[in-house]
């Protein structure tokens, strides 16, 4: 039996580019479920970015969030309303 934990990523979603200030930022949240475990899901969420650096373009993307849940639906809401707190401004 493998000690190992594996997850299975159950859905991909990706946000059109937020505009913070004159940087455009993407997101890609991945959400997962802990094999033998229903109730065991996580969200995480990527942030990607692009960057002008004279003449060149720099992408970079690292993890920037984990948010874990047992359910499909709260680990999805609970990310967007972090990222829509954080980065996006009330109109």
């Known amino acids: ?3 190992l934990v594996l997850r299975e ?3 991909i979603i ?15 949240i991945e959400v997962c479920r802990e094999q033998g475990n229903s109730n065991h899901f996580t969200a995480r969420t990527w942030r990607r970015e692009h960057h002008q650096i ?3 373009l720099v992408d970079s993307s690292h993890l920037f969030e984990e948010v874990v849940g047992k359910t499909e639906k ?5 990310t ?12």
């Not at 946000?15 to 890609?28: Q, S």
């Not at 709260?74 to 609970?78: A, G, L, N, S, Y």
């Open 1 to 3: 039996m493998s000690r």
């Open 9 to 11: 990523v159950v859905k």
């Open 14 to 28: 990706e946000i059109d580019p937020i505009l913070v200030g004159e940087e455009e930022i993407w997101f890609r």
């Open 54 to 56: 004279g003449r060149v």
């Open 74 to 78: 709260e680990v999805i809401d609970r």
């Open 80 to 91: 967007l309303q972090e990222i829509e707190t954080r980065f996006v401004k009330a109109k």
